[in-house]
């Protein structure tokens, strides 16, 4: 089984969203823009609301993503088949020429 590219992971989304929020709401404290209190209730907030968005969005992004693979697949084998057939039709002509 082949691994995801880390930024297609939920985990990592997770990760840089805890980051930002870790980097930002301090920021905004200092500068006098929100209070702690307000910083604390944003940063839950927004780790909330990105921990059930990231994991939809990471699952559209794998149902798409299959979708499309099984399409490329399905197209392949339909090639392939009709690859053997024109062969098949080939070899045909061939031997009645030879004939």
Not at 22 to 27: F, G, H, K, R, S
């Amino acid at each position: 089984m082949t691994e995801n590219p880390g930024w297609k992971t939920t985990e990592f989304w997770m990760t840089a969203i805890g980051g930002l929020v870790a980097a930002v709401i301090p920021l905004l404290i200092a500068y006098n823009i929100i209070d702690e209190e307000q910083g604390q209730l944003w940063a839950g907030l927004i780790l909330a609301v990105s921990g059930i968005v990231v994991p939809i969005v990471i699952g559209s992004m794998v149902k798409a993503y299959a979708a499309g693979r099984t399409t490329v697949k399905v197209e392949g084998i339909a090639l392939e088949r009709e690859a053997v057939a024109l062969e098949s039709l080939r070899l045909e002509v061939m031997e009645s020429l030879a004939d």
